[in-house]
Structure formats: C-alpha cells, structure tokens
C-alpha cells in the first residue's frame, strides 16, 4: 500500500505521516527533507537558493544522509528549500529517488508537496492535509520556541504565507489538492485525533468506500 501525504508547512502532514507508517508498518519518506538538503548545500556553499546553477550542482551532488535532521529543520533551509524546489530541473532530478522509493514492495508513506499528483498518482490512498495559515504559524512558533529559539509571531506567519504563495504558484508541481484525495482539515484537530481521522481515511479507502 502507497499512502500519499500532501499539504502545506506546518499542516500537521510530517508527524501523521510518521505515526501512518508505523501503525501499518510501513517505511515513511519526507520528501520536503531532500529540497531542504539541497538548500542546505547551497547555502552551505555561500549561493543564493535562487541561483539555479548551484541548485543543481548541490542536487547532483546530493547524499540525503549528509545532514541531520535538525540540521535541516531551521526557518532558513526551509525558506531557502521553497525557492529551490521551483527549478523543474532540481525536481526532475529527485523523481526517480522518490519513485524507486515508493516502489518498495511493502509498500510505503510519502510525504510532501507533489505526492499524490506528481510522484505517485496511483497511490492507494491520498490525503491533502491543511489547517488555516494562523493555526499553522501558530505551532510553528510553537515548535521554534520548544527549541529554545527567540520567535517572532508575525514573521513566522509571513514566513507560512510567504512559502503557500511560492509552493502553490509555482509552475512546476504546484501544491494542490488531487482530485481523488481525501481533505483532512486539523485546524481544530489536536494531533491524536488528526491521525485518527488520518487512519479513518486509509481504513475506509481500503474497505472501498470513501474515495474522492
Ligand atoms: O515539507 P517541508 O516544509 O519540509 O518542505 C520544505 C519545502 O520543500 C517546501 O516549502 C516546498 O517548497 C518544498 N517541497 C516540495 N515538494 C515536496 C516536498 C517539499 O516542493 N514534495
């Protein structure tokens, strides 16, 4: 079974695609940690994210296990991650890492921007995950202040309405909703009961009710 996770930052997508593959046993892929890796080099290399020259070296010269994963997880390399993921070329490149991962026979969980409409269009199951941009900005500073960070509020929801306005208006794979995806809306969900909904979804999906 291929479950497809998209939606925006900060929806809640990352930790119900976490707790998805381990209540089926499957092995889980977030997707948004290869463009923050690729961001992570350019900034690492002394580019600027738009510079698509650097991009794409930094994507050929790509090992997803370089960094760890707090190391990619900073405001910056997530910023800088959705400049670089518009260059078609950069996206073009990670497709077959993403694909040859989903193909595991098992199975798989995917995470990110283009799952359900670019990666895998025959997912089984599809979930577009989404909360309002104030609720999301909200556990994002959440987050940030958790890390012992300094948080500006209003920066952290202009940085959230800054990264929806590229991700969804880029020309390459564009954040949207698959037409055969399931909604799950968590603005007033906790997280145990998004990933309820979440296993809801993959449950009846597989009991053949509930598409679309
Ligand atoms: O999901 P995350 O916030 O870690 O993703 C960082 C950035 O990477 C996103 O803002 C988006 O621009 C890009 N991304 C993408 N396609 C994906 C995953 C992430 O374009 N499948």
């Not at 760890?68 to 405001?75: I, M, N, S």
């Amino acid at each position: 079974m291929i479950i497809a996770i998209d939606g925006p930052a900060a929806s809640g997508k990352g930790t119900i695609s976490k707790r998805l593959a381990a209540h089926y046993g499957l092995r889980h892929l977030d997707t948004g940690l290869l463009y923050r890796a690729v961001a992570k080099a350019v900034l690492d290399a002394g580019r600027s994210p738009d510079d698509s020259a650097a991009a794409m070296a930094a994507t050929f010269g790509l090992d997803p296990a370089r960094y760890d994963e707090a190391a990619l997880k900073t405001a910056a390399v997530g910023s800088a991650a959705s400049v670089v993921s518009a260059f078609p070329q950069v996206r073009d490149a990670l497709l077959a890492f993403q694909r040859d991962f989903a193909a595991h026979a098992a199975g798989a969980v995917l995470d990110g921007r283009d799952i359900g409409t670019v990666i895998c269009p025959d997912a089984e199951v599809k979930i577009f995950v989404t909360a309002t941009p104030e609720v999301r900005a909200g556990r994002r500073a959440a987050e940030y202040r958790g890390q012992g960070h300094d948080v500006d509020d209003a920066a952290v929801l202009a940085d959230i309405r800054a990264r929806d306005e590229r991700d969804t208006g880029r020309a390459a794979a564009p954040l949207k909703q698959a037409a055969d995806a399931h909604l799950l809306d968590t603005t007033d969900l906790d997280i145990d009961a998004a990933i309820r909904a979440a296993i809801d979804i993959v449950e009846a999906t597989r009991a053949g009710r509930g598409r679309g």
